[in-house]
Protein backbone atom coordinates (compact mmCIF):
# COMPACT_ATOMS: atom_id res chain seq x y z
CA UNK A 1 0.00 0.00 0.00
CA UNK A 2 1.26 3.02 -1.05
CA UNK A 3 2.13 5.96 1.27
CA UNK A 4 2.48 9.49 0.60
CA UNK A 5 3.91 12.18 2.80
CA UNK A 6 4.22 15.89 1.96
CA UNK A 7 7.15 18.17 2.88
CA UNK A 8 8.47 21.91 1.80
CA UNK A 9 6.16 24.08 3.55
CA UNK A 10 6.88 27.46 4.74
CA UNK A 11 6.49 31.02 5.20
CA UNK A 12 7.29 33.07 2.22
CA UNK A 13 6.84 36.58 0.79
CA UNK A 14 4.38 37.64 -1.81
CA UNK A 15 5.68 36.72 -5.15
CA UNK A 16 8.24 33.92 -3.44
CA UNK A 17 8.58 30.48 -4.72
CA UNK A 18 8.70 27.52 -2.83
CA UNK A 19 8.72 23.53 -4.17
CA UNK A 20 6.37 21.04 -2.22
CA UNK A 21 7.51 17.31 -2.66
CA UNK A 22 5.10 14.16 -2.17
CA UNK A 23 7.43 11.17 -1.16
CA UNK A 24 6.05 8.16 -2.11
CA UNK A 25 6.68 4.45 -0.03
CA UNK A 26 5.34 1.22 -0.69
CA UNK A 27 5.17 2.06 -4.87
CA UNK A 28 6.53 3.35 -7.42
CA UNK A 29 5.11 6.77 -8.46
CA UNK A 30 6.14 7.00 -11.97
CA UNK A 31 2.71 5.77 -13.20
CA UNK A 32 0.54 6.81 -10.11
CA UNK A 33 -2.36 9.44 -10.64
CA UNK A 34 -1.22 12.32 -8.14
CA UNK A 35 -2.75 15.21 -7.32
CA UNK A 36 -2.65 18.05 -5.31
CA UNK A 37 -5.21 19.91 -2.67
CA UNK A 38 -4.62 22.70 -0.39
CA UNK A 39 -7.08 23.16 2.62
CA UNK A 40 -7.11 27.05 3.87
CA UNK A 41 -8.34 27.93 7.53
CA UNK A 42 -12.49 27.89 7.73
CA UNK A 43 -12.39 26.58 3.70
CA UNK A 44 -13.08 23.42 2.08
CA UNK A 45 -10.18 21.57 0.99
CA UNK A 46 -10.00 22.20 -2.92
CA UNK A 47 -8.12 20.85 -5.79
CA UNK A 48 -4.96 22.10 -6.96
CA UNK A 49 -3.42 20.01 -9.79
CA UNK A 50 -2.57 16.82 -10.68
CA UNK A 51 -0.36 14.60 -12.84
CA UNK A 52 -1.47 11.45 -14.89
CA UNK A 53 0.02 8.99 -17.14
CA UNK A 54 -0.96 6.32 -19.74
CA UNK A 55 0.94 4.46 -21.99
CA UNK A 56 -0.52 6.32 -25.46
CA UNK A 57 -0.94 9.74 -23.70
CA UNK A 58 2.26 9.97 -21.66
CA UNK A 59 2.55 12.29 -18.90
CA UNK A 60 0.13 15.18 -18.45
CA UNK A 61 -0.80 17.65 -15.93
CA UNK A 62 -3.94 19.68 -15.01
CA UNK A 63 -4.56 22.39 -12.90
CA UNK A 64 -7.01 24.79 -11.37
CA UNK A 65 -7.73 28.43 -13.40
CA UNK A 66 -6.61 30.30 -10.17
CA UNK A 67 -2.58 29.05 -10.08
CA UNK A 68 -2.74 27.99 -13.84
CA UNK A 69 0.50 29.81 -15.13
CA UNK A 70 2.14 29.75 -11.94
CA UNK A 71 2.26 26.52 -10.43
CA UNK A 72 3.95 22.98 -12.28
CA UNK A 73 3.79 19.98 -11.24
CA UNK A 74 5.99 16.88 -12.16
CA UNK A 75 7.76 14.01 -11.02
CA UNK A 76 11.42 12.98 -9.83
CA UNK A 77 11.12 9.42 -10.43
CA UNK A 78 14.71 8.89 -9.43
CA UNK A 79 13.62 9.77 -5.72
CA UNK A 80 9.90 8.23 -6.11
CA UNK A 81 8.67 11.84 -5.91
CA UNK A 82 6.29 14.30 -7.32
CA UNK A 83 6.89 17.96 -7.13
CA UNK A 84 4.74 21.23 -7.00
CA UNK A 85 6.77 24.07 -7.80
CA UNK A 86 4.90 27.61 -6.89
CA UNK A 87 5.95 30.75 -8.24
CA UNK A 88 4.52 34.21 -7.64
CA UNK A 89 2.85 33.19 -4.71
CA UNK A 90 -0.01 35.62 -3.49
CA UNK A 91 -1.36 35.12 0.07
CA UNK A 92 -4.79 33.67 -0.86
CA UNK A 93 -2.65 30.42 -1.63
CA UNK A 94 -1.94 30.26 2.04
CA UNK A 95 -3.03 26.81 2.79
CA UNK A 96 -2.28 23.49 4.21
CA UNK A 97 -1.07 21.72 1.22
CA UNK A 98 -1.63 17.65 0.52
CA UNK A 99 -0.86 14.83 -2.02
CA UNK A 100 -2.76 12.29 -2.83
CA UNK A 101 -3.88 9.22 -5.10
CA UNK A 102 -6.51 10.62 -7.54
CA UNK A 103 -8.84 8.25 -9.86
CA UNK A 104 -9.50 9.31 -13.59
CA UNK A 105 -11.71 11.62 -12.37
CA UNK A 106 -8.71 13.64 -10.57
CA UNK A 107 -11.00 12.89 -7.43
CA UNK A 108 -8.88 12.01 -4.32
CA UNK A 109 -8.73 8.23 -2.90
CA UNK A 110 -7.40 6.56 -0.07
CA UNK A 111 -6.04 8.63 3.07
CA UNK A 112 -4.68 12.07 3.88
CA UNK A 113 -1.95 13.13 4.92
CA UNK A 114 -0.36 15.49 7.55
CA UNK A 115 -0.03 18.13 4.90
CA UNK A 116 2.58 20.71 4.83
CA UNK A 117 1.44 24.36 5.17
CA UNK A 118 2.01 27.00 3.47
CA UNK A 119 1.82 30.85 4.37
CA UNK A 120 2.34 33.62 2.30
CA UNK A 121 2.84 36.69 4.09
CA UNK A 122 4.86 39.84 4.35
Known amino acids: QVQLVESGGALVQPGGSLRLTCAAS????????IGWFRQAPGKERQFVGAITWSPLSGTRTSYTDSVKGRFTISRDNAKNTVLLQMNSLQPEDTANYYCSAVDRSLQHIGAWGQGTQVTVSS
Open 26 to 33: GRTISTMF
